[in-house]
């Protein structure tokens, strides 16, 4: 059976509030990130990219951030919603060519009614 | 829309027992690939492929195999199953953009293997 426990960083946050989601990434030569959300049960869901380019990306009530210089990658999320209850990875294509994704650590966001 | 089908949804086996998942593509998308995610885990990348052939290879076990078949259907045979093995297999889907990087991979829901 599964292992007891997912040791996974926990974000707390009330209903309405703002969530921020960090991540760092190894490889100074990954050109494109994506973060995505997967619920319990189910496979990773696409939510926002952003290329090397770019220092910052909107979505809808999501905004990315990435700092090149120091390899780090964040994602915002504006008035925070119980569906919003997931675990959010970001992932770095480090593919030469296609996309081959290299995932990090996931963070479970937890939403307070 | 159609999404990624994969089956079973659930597969019980026992050590050194054999066991072949497969993945439906979205229909007209080109590459599919296979990541493994263990209990708390994050995906790990497996093995992909691009028009049939093989187009990347991650840290796949030599006891396992794919292949993209040429209605683009993929199947990720494992044998000689291990305790170890017991986890949640997703494939993605994507199109390809002339090679470019884009990223945006389509994942089904996964199939949880439990070796016992």
């Known amino acids: 059976g599964e292992s007891v426990g997912l040791h996974l960083p926990t974000l707390s946050v009330q209903e309405g509030d703002n969530s921020i989601i960090n991540c760092a990434y190894s490889n100074s030569a990954s050109d494109y990130f994506i973060w995505y959300k997967q619920e319990s049960g189910k496979g990773p869901q696409f939510i926002i990219d952003?290329?090397?380019?770019?220092d910052k990306r909107q979505g809808q009530r999501v905004t990315v951030l990435l700092n090149k210089t120091v390899k780090h990658l964040s994602l915002q999320i504006a008035a925070t919603q119980p569906g919003d209850s997931a675990v959010y990875f970001c992932?770095?294509?480090?593919?030469?060519?296609?996309?081959?994704?290299?995932f990090g650590g996931g963070t479970r966001v937890l939403v307070k009614p | 829309a159609a999404g990624v089908i994969q089956s079973p949804r659930h597969l019980i086996k026992e050590k050194r027992e054999t066991a072949t998942l497969k993945c439906y593509p979205i229909?007209?998308?080109?590459?599919v690939y296979w990541y493994q995610q263990g209990p708390g885990q994050d995906p790990q990348f497996l093995i992909s492929f691009y028009e049939k052939m093989q187009s990347d290879k991650g840290s796949i076990p030599d006891r396992f195999s794919a292949q993209q078949f040429s209605d683009y259907h993929s199947e990720l045979n494992m044998s000689s199953l291990e305790l170890g093995d017991s986890a949640l297999y997703f494939c993605a889907s994507s199109l390809a953009s002339g090679g470019a990087a884009t990223g945006e991979l389509f994942f089904g829901e996964g199939s949880r293997l439990t070796v016992l």
């Open positions: 952003i290329r090397s380019n770019m």
């Open positions: 992932a770095e294509n480090r593919g030469a060519a296609g996309n081959k994704l290299t």
């Open positions: 229909p007209r998308h080109d590459t």
